[in-house]
């Protein structure tokens, strides 16, 4: 059975920095594009980053470049994205996903209840 849970998220300065965490079960982690998304209220989900399978190769949305930054840890199943420089613009409920296949971009097959952003002074 295929699990993600997040954690992290919360209440942060513009500028401060918050490390989100993904729990993943039930597959091999390393056999699938794995990456966050984020969804603000009324508006569509994007992409924020992702992991290639097999080689590893990030891909970043070009508004969280130089400030986002994703990890994952095969052998403990877990995925990481280190937020920095953190906006307003980037609140969201951020969710960690599985990829339909390797690549990186994917389309998310599994997702996790997401975990909740809010960047306000």
């Known amino acids: 059975q295929v699990q993600l849970v997040e954690s992290g998220g919360g209440l942060v300065q513009p500028g401060g920095s918050l490390r989100l965490s993904c729990a993943a079960s039930g597959f091999t982690l390393d056999n699938y594009a794995i990456g966050w998304f984020r969804q603000a209220p009324g508006k569509e989900r994007e992409g924020v980053s992702c992991i290639r399978s097999g080689d590893g190769r990030i891909v970043y949305k070009d508004s969280v470049k130089g400030r986002f930054t994703i990890s994952r840890d095969n052998a403990k199943n877990t995925v990481v994205l280190q937020m920095n420089s953190l906006k307003p613009e980037d609140t969201a409920v951020y969710y960690c996903?599985?990829?339909?296949?390797?690549?990186?971009?994917?389309?998310?097959?599994?997702w996790g209840q997401g975990t909740q952003v809010t960047v306000s002074s």
């Open positions: 996903y599985r990829g339909s296949d390797s690549r990186c971009p994917s389309v998310p097959t599994y």
